[in-house]
């Protein structure tokens, strides 16, 4: 897979190409230069409207007047639900019951039509089947997609133009979409450009994947970064395999706490799976020191009563 500016291209007047942040307080705490992408002012409030948008935006007229169906955490399922509104496409988004309820309305304002499955990777698949056997629509996946992949690169491509000296590249870990397409844009625009995954010790099953050479799964692990409970996939584990330069792991504790610092610090509203990209330069300070470093803050739909009230 060889992402190329002519994908950039494809999405660019469809997508908001976000801002670029920093901050010299965090900067002269970690005597290094950090470089924040905003994916939480992205439509949607998440970097997953990039690679919905780019797969609808492939789909030839007959796909596209089938509809398309998806599972989805919450994210990917706004964002394919806004971009099918965009373009006129029947969108359907399989849910887990119990879904943040923030992220519920993020889809529910957009007209999709909304299935309720159990949680975990075998309720998915059953509502899914139960879908297919009674309507035809293309499945979008949130993450394991080659179209997916390939829009959720832009955001480290704008990023590599925004900072083009950029030393290394932190990026959330959950399904691989965005780590993948990272990896493919730093191979292509900046070569030397280290691109790092922070995953919860409690979903770590990219990390457990890399120790052992094979595809790990996990059903529905217990952390409070709900759009990083997704596996790798068969398309995503060997691109982040081949060519990420690590993957750390970072606790729930150290994940709330990042969240509420950066919120005091760069006024951001951001959810815990884009806190744990500064969680995991905290706990590696001396390895990031005098560099510069990219982090992509991947989504900002926060329920602020859970996070603020009860942690």
Known sequence: MNYQYQDYQLVQDHIVQTPVISNADLDKELK???FFKCENLQCT???KYRGAMYALLKLDAG??????VTVSSGNHGAALARAGQTLGIQVTVIVPKDINPVKLNNIQQYSAEIIFADSGMQGRQEALAQFFSCQQALFIPPY???DIVFGQA???YELIEQQPDLDYLIVPIGGGGLASGSILAAQTFNSRLKVVGAEPANADDAFQSMLTGKLIEHNNPDTVCDGLKASLGDLTFPI?????EDIMLVSEQDIIAAMKYLHQKLKML???SSAIVYAAVLKHKQRFENKKVGLILSGGNLDLEKFYSDC
Not at 63 to 68: I, W, Y
């Open 32 to 34: 290094a230069q950090l």
């Open 45 to 47: 409030g998440s970097f």
């Open 63 to 68: 796909s596209r007047a089938k509809g398309v």
């Open 144 to 146: 394991n997609h080659h």
């Open 154 to 156: 832009s955001s480290a």
């Open 240 to 244: 982040i395999r081949d060519g990420i």
């Open 270 to 272: 951001i959810e815990p």
